[in-house]
């Protein structure tokens, strides 16, 4: 099973920075594929960013691109997501998770615990 510890979530205001790490195990973390996504009640689950294992590439939906870099860390198997000039709507419960397939055709098969970020207005 694989397991997770998501950090760096908060409240901060718009135009503010935050950085969320994930750190997971019980997994072969360099190969992994690791997705980012988001969560607001009443509105669908959004996948904001992901990055492939192996070599590293990175996605991003639009609605965070030029904003959000996500990257990797393999030695601490940890994965991090930097969110600059965030924006009121980038209000979720955001959720660390890994997938069989690479970005491209990603879907998440294990779900962190999920870790709150608001940006007030």
């Known amino acids: 099973e694989v397991q997770f510890a998501e950090s760096g979530g908060g409240l901060v205001q718009a135009g503010g920075s935050l950085k969320l790490s994930c750190a997971a195990w019980?997994?072969?973390?360099?190969?992994?594929?690791i997705g980012w996504f988001r969560q607001t009640p009443g509105k669908e689950r959004e996948r904001v960013s992901c990055?492939?294992?192996?070599?590293?590439?990175?996605h991003y939906a639009d609605s965070v691109k030029g904003r959000f870099t996500i990257s990797k860390d393999n030695a601490k198997s940890t994965v991090y997501l930097q969110m600059d000039s965030l924006k009121p709507e980038d209000t979720a419960v955001y959720y660390c998770?890994?997938?069989?397939?690479?970005?491209?055709?990603?879907?998440?098969?294990?779900w962190g615990h999920g870790i709150q970020v608001t940006v007030s207005s």
């Open positions: 990055i492939d294992g192996g070599d590293g590439q990175t």
């Open positions: 019980e997994i072969s973390f360099e190969d992994s594929h």
């Open positions: 998770t890994v997938g069989p397939r690479g970005c491209r055709y990603f879907y998440p098969m294990h």
